[in-house]
């Protein structure tokens, strides 16, 4: 399931919308604000966060914002705020792979939002629970992927690598990152030779599909390309 930082200082509106998240098959971890956002998604490392504008003791969700994206984290912020003003949008989309949505609002415009910020930054759709890579189409959850009617059925830990990869598409990840993501491992030698086995096995999921490159490149790490033409 996609994983869900949602931060929004009032409880009330931020438990309703926690339930209808994890309704929508997500996993949700809900903040009012209080702590610092940008090390609480550092730990949970979400799919995508939600984010309410004005938080608690005069803290900003854009300076969250900022603070994230300073890590070199892209993942989808959706900010919603009753702000009402064409500077406040205008910082909003002032960040890559964001999204605005204005209070009150209705939970299917954000639902909808939600979809297209996952689909163009991860090529996933919520709504079916897939992946769409190159020609093929991954589905996690049964741990298949399907190209012209073909399946190849992937163990676990195939189908968690290749979600790493999905995560950090068009970039290089290091080996190190991927085994402590998928084993829970700081001591990454000690399953390099299985990342590599399973990156091979990968490889052959998709060699007739052309559009889409696994590449081990040293000291940069792992990459999942795709070329779209």
Not at 71 to 84: R, S, Y
Not at 89 to 104: C, E, G, M, R, T
């Amino acid at each position: 399931m996609k994983k869900v930082l949602l931060v929004e200082d009032d409880i009330n509106l931020g438990t309703t919308l926690k339930g209808i998240l994890e309704i929508n098959n997500f996993t949700v971890c809900y903040s009012d604000g209080s702590e610092i956002v940008s090390d609480t998604s550092k730990q949970f490392k979400p799919d995508i966060i939600i984010m309410d504008v004005l938080l608690p003791n005069k803290k900003n969700g854009f300076q969250f914002a900022e603070n994230i994206r300073r890590q070199k984290n892209q993942v989808p912020i959706l900010f919603i705020t009753a702000l009402d003003g064409a500077s406040a949008i205008k910082k909003a989309f002032s960040f890559k792979n964001s999204d605005y949505v204005n209070k009150p609002f209705k939970v299917q415009e954000v639902l909808l939002r939600i979809h297209n910020l996952l689909a163009e930054r991860y090529s996933f759709t919520f709504i079916e629970n897939y992946y769409k890579i190159g020609n093929s189409v991954f589905f996690p959850k049964e741990q298949i992927i399907v190209r012209d009617q073909e399946e190849w059925h992937l163990n676990k830990y195939q189908a968690r690598v290749l979600i790493e990869l999905i995560k950090h598409r068009g970039l290089y990840v290091k080996k190190s990152v991927i085994i402590e993501e998928v084993w829970g491992l700081s001591d990454y030698k000690s399953k390099e030779n299985s990342l590599n086995n399973i990156l091979s096995g990968l490889r052959k999921c998709f060699i007739t599909d052309p559009s889409v490159k696994i590449k081990n490149v040293i000291k940069l790490g792992i990459s999942l390309s795709v070329n779209e033409e």
